[in-house]
């Protein structure tokens, strides 16, 4: 089962910017569908942006479309997400996941990583 390790999340502002980070163990990185979650407190967690191995597509929830970009750098074993224009709702802990290739909209989790808190203040 491949580990996944998340840094980057802190307190920002408002309209602030942050950029997480998520490291994976093991050699077959760039076959994996990856993505990142989150979870505010009291609310289930939420899919928020996913993107292929290749990196060649990629899938984001409505609330973040047009300020999220998911990215990755498959020499690194890393994948990335840039928040711009953050909001106090998008406050929550982030994890990153390996998913299964089987829908971009109910994706299927096979690990998570452990999470990283984003806090946003108004």
């Known amino acids: 089962q491949v580990q996944l390790t998340e840094s980057g999340g802190r307190l920002v502002q408002a309209g602030g910017s942050l950029r997480l980070s998520c490291v994976a163990s093991?050699?077959?990185?760039?076959?994996?569908?990856m993505g990142w979650f989150r979870q505010a407190p009291g609310q289930e967690r939420e899919s928020v942006a996913l993107i292929r191995g290749d990196g060649s597509s990629t899938y984001y929830a409505d609330s973040v479309k047009g300020r999220f970009t998911i990215s990755r750098d498959n020499a690194k074993n890393t994948v990335y997400l840039q928040m711009n224009s953050l909001k106090p709702e998008d406050t929550a802990v982030y994890y990153c996941?390996?998913?299964?290739?089987?829908?971009?909209?109910?994706?299927?989790?096979?690990?998570w990583g452990q999470g990283t808190q984003v806090t946003v203040s108004s």
């Open positions: 996941a390996q998913v299964l290739p089987n829908s971009w909209t109910s994706p299927v989790v096979r690990s």
């Open positions: 093991g050699r077959s990185f760039s076959t994996y569908r």
